[in-house]
C-alpha cells in the first residue's frame, strides 16, 4: 500500500507515525517554505509540484494506491490541486481536515469571510491589534490605522515597517498568551479559523480579558472528496483502501 500524504501539519504527522508503523508506505509531502519544519516520520519530499498538472504528472510518474491531503485549512490552492489531480489520474483522494473552533460563553467573537474584511473592521474594535494570521496576508493589515503586534513562524519578507513582530512557533500556554496580550495592551484579537488545541490557549486568553476577536472563516473545501476531521477516521479510512486495493 502507497500512500500520498499532503502535509504541513499536526494531523499529518500524527498520521504518517501510525501508517509507517503499520507497514504501509507513506510519502509525506511538505510545501518547503518554514525553516524549521518538524519532519515526519516515513519518506519525505519537499516543495511544490507546479500545479494540479504538476500533481497529476508525479502521480503517474510515482503511482500511489491514494492520496490523504492533511494539510492546513487555509491551504485552500493545494486542497482544491489534490482534487482536481486525484480526478484526473482517478486516485482515491481523502481530506482530513480538524474541525474549526467553537465559540464559548464569554467570547465576543466577529466572523469575517476574508483578511480584507477582518481589516476594514479592525479600527472599529480595538487600537491595539494581536494579529495571530501567520504572514501570509498580514499585508492587508498594513493601513488598517491602529497599532499592531504581528506573530508569525518566520519573518515575512520584506519584514513590515508597519507593525512590531514576534517569531514564534506553537503550541502555546495559556499563561504565555495572556502575557503577550497583558504586556502590549492589546483590546483586539485577529485570528484564522485555524482549530486544534495547538493555537487555541490565545482564544481563552482573549475570553480571560473580555477581548473580542475577529475570527476569518475557513475556505470552503472541493465538492468531491470525502472528508474526515480525526487521524482514527484517515486510518480507518487508508486501511480500507488497502483492502479494496489488494482484491
Ligand atoms: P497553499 O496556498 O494552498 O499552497 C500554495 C502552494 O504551495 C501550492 O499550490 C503548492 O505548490 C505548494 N504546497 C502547499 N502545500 C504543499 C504540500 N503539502 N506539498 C507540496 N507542495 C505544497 O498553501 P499554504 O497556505 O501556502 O501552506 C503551505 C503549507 O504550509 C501547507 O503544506 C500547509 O499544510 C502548511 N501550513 C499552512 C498554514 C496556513 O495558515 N496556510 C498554517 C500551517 C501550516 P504547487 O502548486 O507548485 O504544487
Redesign the pocket.
Known sequence: MKVLL????GE?RELAKVLVEAGVDAVS??????TDARLPVGRV????????D??AGWLRAHPVDAVVD????????????AAAAATSVDVPLLVLRRPGWTASPGDHWHWCDAPEDAAARLPSLGSRAFLT??R?GLDTFENAGIWMLARCVDPPEPRPAWCELILACGPFALSDELAVMRDHTIDVLVT?D?GGPQTSAKLAAARELGLPVLIIRRPPLPAGPETVESVDEAVQWVMRASHSSST
Not at 509531502?29 to 518554514?34: E, K
Not at 492533511?70 to 490541486?81: D, G, I, K, L, S
Open positions: 499532503l502535509g504541513g501539519t499529518a509531502s511538505l510545501a518547503g517554505r518554514t519530499r519537499s516543495g511544490g509540484f507546479g500545479g494540479a504538476g500533481l492533511a494539510t492546513h485549512p487555509f491551504a485552500a490552492r493545494m486542497t482544491a490541486n494570521i501567520g501570509q484564522k485555524s
